[in-house]
């Protein structure tokens, strides 16, 4: 898995910066309401007979046609802010700690890159050729392009003579991208994931001094709309109660961390007994719960949900009971109610926000945002660990 697995999204963000404190740099974070962002889905194959089968299923009577059930393909993600390149060049980017390559649509991009903002180095006085070639694979599909170097500025922080890539062609994100909100990807992931090499931003805000130390922090508003933050440099302690956890990374590619076990209801879910397989990756581009197919298939069955023909989603009758779903990671309990692992669809159904998926890297979980918006999630690169807290 070279980068970000993004899947459908409940909680779009745009982000506005607000000045530093003491060191450290305050991304405000706003909550699109679910059913805006929604609007651009792709729908899924033979609504009418999905229609039809939820109500059979489920006995559900809705007084009205609700129409095809609407899901988001994988590859739209959910955190995008504004960055600038070149000092007067803006691009909604999605903030992603699942990869670690920047890069934004080039105005040598045509087709794939839609009605996006595109980077003109010819508008940049501080712009360094380098044009070596960039080639990413993510789960959709690859992107490629070519590498250059411009001044980036992010928050407020200026980041001299960031690598970035231009992308010339996006044909591999279909319409996730063509038809999204956000112009590029910044990845917060370790450079050893990053292609060619590149530092990363948050790297590169470290080495030039910028900050008040090498942490950053997610604090994702809720379902009452509630503003959320991204905090580069620190923490923030009036989003989150209790001390924070810390655990160690098992490793430093993405943001992974050791999981002990999964449990629903009783029932004990391991994707295997390997070292590898009792991971968990901590994934800001990942809006759902991901987890080996087979055993997600399980979960839903012993939920009684059902199966949507794409992309190994399912869901439930909205209101329906759901038992305490748990992560042990490094000894400590994070158990999730039932109502935090839906996301209301409209018309009385309910995604369950677990995803089957089986990665390359072997089986694994990934906690995306339906993890993070009850645990205040802080990723510590100067330290190699994680913290976590519970979210006021």
């Not at 939920?303 to 990671?329: H, R, S």
């Amino acid at each position: 898995m070279r980068a970000v697995i993004s899947l459908v999204c409940a909680a779009a963000l745009y982000l506005t910066p607000s000045l530093a404190e003491d060191g450290i740099r305050k991304i405000g974070l706003s909550k699109v309401a679910d059913r805006d962002f929604v609007e651009k889905k792709l729908k899924a194959s033979d609504g009418d007979v999905l229609r039809e089968s939820l109500r059979h299923h489920f006995e559900i009577s809705t007084g009205q046609e609700p129409g095809n059930i609407i899901v988001k393909d994988y590859q739209n993600a959910q955190y995008y802010g504004t960055i600038t390149l070149g000092g007067n060049q803006n691009f909604d980017v999605i903030f992603d700690t699942g990869s670690s390559n920047l890069w934004v649509a080039s105005y040598k991009c045509w087709f794939s890159c839609g009605l996006h903002h595109r980077y003109n180095s010819k508008k940049s006085h501080t712009f360094v050729a380098n044009n070596t070639d960039f080639n990413i694979q993510y789960g959709s599909g690859p992107v490629s392009g070519y590498f250059s170097t411009d001044d980036l500025d992010l928050g407020g922080l200026t980041v001299e003579g960031q690598t970035f890539a231009e992308v010339t062609d996006a044909s591999g994100l279909g319409l996730a991208f063509m038809i999204g909100k956000f112009d590029g990807i910044l990845g917060m992931g370790f450079d050893s994931i990053s292609v060619a090499n590149t530092p990363t931003p948050f790297q590169q805000l470290m080495a030039q001094g910028r900050l008040n130390s090498g942490m950053f922090a997610f604090y994702l508003g809720g379902a009452d709309g509630k503003d959320g933050e991204l905090v580069l440099g620190g923490t923030d302690p009036k989003h989150y109660t209790g001390d924070i956890v810390w655990v160690d990374l098992v490793s430093e590619t993405y943001w992974t961390v050791g999981l002990d076990g999964v449990t629903l209801d009783g029932a004990t879910y391991h994707a295997s007994e390997t070292a590898k397989a009792k991971a968990a990756i901590i994934d800001s581009g990942t809006s759902l719960l991901a987890g080996p197919t087979a055993e997600v298939a399980a979960m839903a069955q012993q939920v009684g949900a059902i199966k949507l023909p794409i992309n190994n989603e399912y869901v439930i009758p909205c209101g329906m009971p759901l038992p305490t779903l748990t992560f042990t990671i490094d000894g400590k309990d994070y158990p999730l109610n039932g109502d935090e692992y839906v996301i209301n669809a409209g018309n009385g159904i309910c995604l369950l926000a677990i995803m089957g998926i089986d990665v390359p890297a072997g089986p694994m979980w990934i906690l995306g945002d339906t993890f993070m918006r009850k645990y205040y999630s802080v990723f510590d690169m100067e330290n190699k660990r994680m913290g976590f807290a519970r979210s006021t």
